[in-house]
């Protein structure tokens, strides 16, 4: 059978115990559940921190570890189930059951209510937090710190416009495997912006392509086209901001940019990616 690696917890030494019988290795797990204890942690390919990146994984995201080994653990994420290797010191046990989630693009943490006081780091769009009480304008996190509240959002609310919530994250700088907007790529956003709407996405943008929305006819005048579109290249994706003009994040200026459609069409076409591989609505 073909596996695909970024989504199979898999290696010659040692497997999910949900894969005995559909893979050879050397001894079979079923993993540990943790959560990620930091804002946001790098997902390796390999257990060094020079190796390449694949995503992020964010402040109370679950996990599931099935090896840990001189500082790195090898790991599943729960929310889009991409394997690899985090900093053993980024993992916490599960504590409290998040009550609430990140809903500006980034709060800061501050060692009380009071936002004169030094930062403690700052969090992300999406972060699951449980929060024990509310002081003021300020929530008290059950791992230490206070946060605005006004930044938070019940964790069964979403927003009602992912491509407003893709516009915030406007001239963030571009990083590969990023979903921050400290820095983020194509993919990234497009499914930082859907989580953030309640729409559940895969990390990449082939698998992207394949599992969100219906196809929409690419007209030769790439006319048609509607807010929230996705608009899909063999290695890139974009939102629509209106019929004409396209949100994404990308290496061509190093930034989240709105241009139209027509102008990145025909330099994607000509310089990278090719031409538009599908456009697909959602709802």
Known sequence: MTFDRRITPFRPDLADEKLRGQVEAERFATGTPMCVAVPYASLHRHPSREAPVDTQAIMGEGVTV?????????????????????????????????????????????????????????????????????????????????????????????????????????????????????????????????????????????????????????????????????VFWKGHVGLMLDESRLIHATGHSMTVSIEPLAVAEERIRKTSYGPISAIKRLG
Request: proline share 5%; net charge negative.
């Open 66 to 230: 099935y090896d840990e080994h001189e500082g790195w653990s090898w790991v599943q994420l729960h929310d889009d189930g991409y394997v690899g290797y985090l900093p053993s010191e980024a993992l916490g046990e599960s504590g409290p059951a998040p009550t609430h989630r990140v809903g500006a693009i980034r709060t800061f943490v501050y060692p009380g209510p009071n936002l004169k006081l030094p930062d403690l780091g700052c969090l992300t769009l999406n972060s699951k937090l449980a929060i024990t009480e509310f002081q003021g304008d300020y929530a008290r996190l059950a791992t230490g710190g206070w946060v605005f509240a006004a930044h938070l959002s019940d964790l069964d609310s979403h927003e009602s416009d992912y491509v407003a919530v893709a516009e915030r994250f406007l001239h963030s700088p571009y990083l590969w495997g990023g979903k921050t907007s400290t820095g983020l790529d194509c993919s990234g956003l497009t499914q930082t912006v859907l989580t953030a709407a309640g729409i559940k996405a895969p990390r990449d943008s082939d698998m992207q392509e394949e599992q969100l929305g219906t196809a929409v006819e690419v007209r030769p005048d790439l006319g048609g086209l509607k807010r929230g579109d996705l």
